[in-house]
């Protein structure tokens, strides 16, 4: 089945840092990327849609500059957290829509657990 | 309206028993119904989908029904089993043809399968 990796699985760093996450999808090819953010115990909040060879489709309240996304080639995407604080602490999970299967169904990644002290 | 509702918020079954959970959305340009399993510190997995063209769809212990004149759709879980225990999440895909389609997730329910 379709594969999506996500790296790392958990990061813990300062105040201030920036933190790269990575989204691959292993065996397809993914023209589109969503990124979706999760607080314990809640529902997936998609932060943006991530498109190969073009900017990112932010959803409403999202900073851009705050949450940089780059979909820099079919297998990859990735979310920069630039200058994290606290707040941004939060479960960041990666999903990737199959172009042979016309998009559905989506695959998830396992994740990325961000903690920021 | 793009919102999925999603009851109950947690469910206990005994083991050997039905879990039921239900969404309702309002939406009509709703095309596609996956229900998604997450486990603890991991990523949602896809469960079981169905389209509205089709009002029941089974897949082993996992049986979705929808009924679209009244804008609902349930997850039954037969013969649940400890190893069930996790949140399911029911979401509603709307098609845009300009844009991607994106998945709108329902609030989660919390099911706990006793022994």
């Known amino acids: 089945g379709a594969v999506v990796s996500q790296h790392p699985s958990w990061v813990i760093c300062k105040s201030g840092t920036s933190v790269k996450i990575e989204c691959r999808s292993l065996d397809f090819q993914a023209t589109t990327m969503f990124w979706y953010r999760q607080f314990p115990k809640q529902s997936l909040m998609l932060m943006a849609t991530s498109n190969e060879g073009s900017k990112a489709t932010y959803e409403q309240g999202v900073e851009k500059d705050k949450f940089l996304i780059n979909h820099a080639s079919l297998t990859l995407s990735t979310l920069t957290v630039t200058s994290a604080h606290p707040e941004d602490s939060s479960f960041y999970i990666c999903?990737?829509?199959?172009?042979?299967?016309?998009?559905?169904?989506?695959?998830f990644g396992d994740g990325t657990r961000l903690s920021i002290l | 309206q793009q919102q999925v509702k999603q009851s109950p918020q947690s469910l206990i079954v005994q083991k050997g028993g039905i879990s039921i959970i239900n969404c309702a959305y309002e939406n009509t340009a709703f095309d596609y119904f996956p229900w998604y399993q997450q486990f603890p510190g991991k990523g949602p997995a896809l469960l079981i989908a169905?389209?509205?063209?089709?009002s029941e769809k089974k897949e082993g212990r996992f049986t979705i029904s929808f009924n679209k004149s009244a804008k609902q759709f349930s997850l039954h879980i037969m013969d649940s089993q400890p190893g069930d225990s996790a949140t399911y999440f029911c979401?509603?895909?709307?098609?845009?043809?300009?844009?991607?389609?994106?998945?709108?997730f329902g609030t989660g329910t919390r099911l706990q399968v006793t022994l």
């Open positions: 169905i389209r509205p063209d089709v």
């Open positions: 979401a509603a895909r709307s098609f845009n043809t300009g844009t991607a389609s994106k998945l709108t």
């Open positions: 999903s990737a829509r199959d172009q042979r299967t016309g998009g559905l169904p989506q695959h």
